[in-house]
């Protein structure tokens, strides 16, 4: 098949990025695939973080042309004309936050107008985690332009239903980031380079308040009572660091946490990630979580709180471990016990044996068969399939 994808790859950072750049790249192995990204992506006043820009020496790029820009309309119309130029079988976009919408909504309009082709979103994320009083209508109105619709959970799927009563929906794994895992070194090893002993919980990833990274601090004065651990935080803050700072000192617990504000470059992630022993997550709002399929990447188990559809990844008492949100003291118990029962090497086997729920092939399989539906003129319905 023919197919155009829309979306960020490098230098842009981040999931997203990552997610679209291995999406072309398992595409690609079977397709013809024209990639198109943008020539910039968010303002200054609207990006909270110090750059948008990967930084890495080694990244992770396929080829792809820089057309789009998300304030310049005349971009967007010049992309609908290359898009019929292409003459696609299907013109795949990502859908994650509504300051795309515009574009995406126009581009799409207009493919639909004058093309008789497939339009998909892939939503990582149906609507934003911090949602504003405009997100429902712009995502509606984007959204509205699709086919066919691929979600990662169960919470996206039902937000996308709500928006959408009878869109064409499914629903697979978020597939892993296998590809970061060849920076993977000795734990030992690791852990030295980090000046790390012992037991090494990582939280890692951008630094903002539904991560729920205050209630990992408010565990460790517990989990310290009883085993000998690091905290590794490893991620850019996105909002003030100064009350995690605050809750550091007050639990006393300085000497038992590290802290990395900075993006991490993709030849580092590996260092981070084999140092760890376990990987918590303790958000307190999620649809998805790219970090969890970065852990499984190494082969790390997964403590996580049951939000969004993190729950439907990770396999409490199999993978990791599942516990309520916003509960310190579940959180802790989970740490303790999984040092104390040495669930290491049994969780890293679990996640081994179950790595073929998340393989790409599942994704691209997936889509094609929503594109050939759409030729054949076929609707199998609007079911999740997990």
Not at 50 to 55: C, E, F, H, L, V
Not at 69 to 85: K, S, V, Y
Not at 106 to 113: D, E, G, N, S, Y
Not at 196 to 223: C, D, I, S, W
Request: charged content about 20%; glycine content about 6%.
């Amino acid at each position: 098949m023919r197919l155009v994808v829309i979306g960020p790859t490098f230098p842009y950072r981040g999931g997203i990025s990552h997610y679209t750049t291995l999406l072309v790249q398992h595409l690609r192995t079977s397709h013809e695939v024209q990639f198109y990204s943008f020539t910039r992506q968010y303002p200054d006043w609207l990006f909270p973080g110090r750059s948008d820009r990967d930084p890495s020496q080694q990244p992770l790029h396929v080829p792809c042309e820089y057309l789009l820009d998300p304030l310049n309309p005349a971009t967007w119309i010049r992309t609908a004309r290359r898009i019929a130029q292409d003459k696609p079988d299907a013109l795949i976009l990502q859908w994650w936050v509504p300051y795309w919408a515009p574009a995406f909504a126009t581009i799409a309009f207009l493919v639909r107008k004058f093309l008789s082709i497939k339009v998909l979103f892939i939503c990582h994320n149906v609507m934003p985690h911090e949602t504003m009083g405009l997100s429902s209508l712009l995502a509606r109105l984007t959204l509205r332009q699709g086919h066919s619709f691929i979600v990662h959970s169960e919470k996206d799927f039902v937000d996308l239903r709500r928006l959408l009563p009878d869109a064409q929906i499914r629903k697979t794994m978020h597939p892993t980031y296998e590809a970061f895992a060849l920076g993977q070194s000795y734990p030992e090893d690791a852990k030295q380079a980090l000046k790390l002993t012992g037991n090494v919980v990582l939280f890692f990833g951008f630094v903002r308040e539904y991560k729920g990274l205050e209630y990992l601090l408010h565990a460790m004065p517990k989990v310290l009572e009883v085993v000998q651990a690091q905290l590794l935080v490893v991620g850019e803050f996105w909002e003030n660091k100064v009350q995690y700072l605050s809750l550091i000192d007050e639990f006393q617990i300085a000497d038992h946490v590290t802290i990395v504000d900075r993006y991490i470059p993709n030849e580092e992630i590996g260092g981070y990630f084999s140092a760890a022993d376990v990987v918590v997550l303790p958000y307190v709002d999620a649809t998805q979580s790219g970090v969890i399929q970065l852990a499984f990447g190494f082969t790390k188990p997964v403590i996580t709180t049951n939000v969004g559809g993190l729950a439907e990844v990770v396999k409490d008492g199999e993978t990791g471990f599942v516990v309520p949100p916003r509960d310190s003291d579940a959180l802790a118990d989970s740490i303790i016990r999984y040092f104390q029962e040495s669930l290491t090497l049994p969780f890293q086997n679990n996640i081994e044996q179950s790595k073929a729920r998340f393989d790409w092939e599942k994704l691209i399989e997936l889509i094609e068969v929503l594109i050939q539906d759409r030729v054949q003129n076929l609707d199998p319905g609007p079911v999740t399939n997990s």
